[in-house]
């Protein structure tokens, strides 16, 4: 499997605090209306998963309800 960073795709970089070089990357892909989520060791993407518009909004709600549990607010936008 090769992933390929997109230049023209906009995403964030989240560090895994418990392996040194294992991130995951949120990318966004208007054009194409969707989002990937891809894992990352060191500079090699492991895997990715593509994730249509209405797919994304499920998941940030997921996300959203697992903060509140936690008794998190929700990051500001």
Known sequence: M???LDAVATGRWFDDPRH?????????H???GAV???LWRDEVCTGSF?????AAAAL????TAALVEAGQPPPRP
Do not use: H, I, M, Y
């Not at 040194?20 to 966004?28: C, D, E, F, I, T």
């Not at 593509?50 to 209405?54: C, E, S």
């Open 2 to 4: 090769a992933c390929v």
């Open 20 to 28: 040194p070089g294992r991130r995951l990357r949120v990318s966004r």
């Open 30 to 32: 208007p054009g194409d």
């Open 36 to 38: 990937v989520v891809s």
């Open 50 to 54: 593509r994730l249509g518009v209405d």
């Open 60 to 63: 940030a709600a997921e996300l």
